[in-house]
């Protein structure tokens, strides 16, 4: 009852702050389309990785979030126990490319020693690929003055549910694939755990580049995040030109996040 009434209040606060800048259905099925092609090709292979599923909910706090236009992660992150990545385009937005992005920092992570190097970033890969994570909802938003960055840009926001990057976790657990899905996921596709009854599309996403292909990335970055040291980060990414920035936050249980998700959405109406 409270996730619906806190859905509810979202919607009407996204709604009324609403301007340029959707995801059209084609780009939302091509974000989780990619998301899970992308999961099954994870090296080392997972022993168990299941798929990502569209979550309205997470699609309403984010585009709630990317509305305000600020280049900082959601500082509500910590009590709605969400995880998130962030991207700015400067041009005009392509799914596919924000999402190969993310992906092509497991070039630089260290799947056994669960390290990138002191000046690279592998947050946005290691969220992308949390297994435990299955639940995501992303918006977009275009903003006249991105603030942090202070110039017009595209933001991407994706949240994720159950939160991935936990302090000294892996990503997932390496192995022959499917080799630990649970009962509940018995079937094995694609290298990836699923149900026996799921829906499967007709149409492949229109995906313009061949996602493992890495592209030549153009940004520029600080605070690179160890991934020994500080796991909990997520973190942005700007494409082009930009910076990007951290935060923390930490899981908890799926309840909490409908009451803090329904106070703060009833403050926010409020003021």
Not at 141 to 153: N, Q, R, S, V, W
Not at 230 to 235: F, G, I, K
Request: with cysteine.
């Amino acid at each position: 009852m409270y996730w619906d009434v806190a859905l509810w209040s979202a919607r009407i606060w996204a709604i009324l702050s609403l301007a340029n800048g959707q995801l059209t259905e084609q780009e939302k099925a091509t974000i989780v389309d990619m998301h899970n092609k992308l999961r099954s090709q994870v090296q080392p292979s997972a022993a168990f990785m299941q798929k990502v599923e569209w979550d309205e909910t997470l699609r309403v706090v984010a585009e709630a979030y990317a509305t305000k236009c600020i280049w900082e992660h959601n500082p509500d992150l910590e009590e709605l126990t969400l995880g998130e990545n962030l991207f700015a385009s400067l041009g005009p937005f392509n799914a596919t490319k924000a999402m190969v992005d993310w992906f092509g920092e497991n070039v630089d992570y260290d799947y056994e020693k669960n390290v990138c190097p002191v000046d690279k970033m592998c947050g946005h890969y290691t969220q992308m690929v949390w297994a435990d994570s299955n639940k995501i909802g992303c918006a977009t938003h275009l903003c006249d003055t991105l603030e942090g960055l202070d110039f017009k840009a595209t933001i991407l926001v994706c949240d994720y549910y159950p939160r991935g990057n936990f302090d000294g976790q892996n990503p997932y657990v390496s192995g022959e694939p499917c080799s630990k899905c649970p009962e509940n996921l018995p079937v094995c596709e694609d290298k990836i755990c699923v149900r026996e009854n799921l829906f499967h599309p007709s149409e492949e996403p229109d995906v313009t580049e061949d996602p493992t292909v890495l592209p030549e990335r153009s940004h520029w970055t600080t605070e690179p995040v160890d991934v020994s040291r500080e796991p909990t980060d997520v973190l942005v990414k700007v494409d082009e030109t930009g910076n990007e920035k951290n935060t923390k936050s930490h899981g908890s249980k799926m309840e909490s996040v409908s009451s803090h998700l329904l106070m703060l959405i009833v403050l926010a109406l409020v003021l």
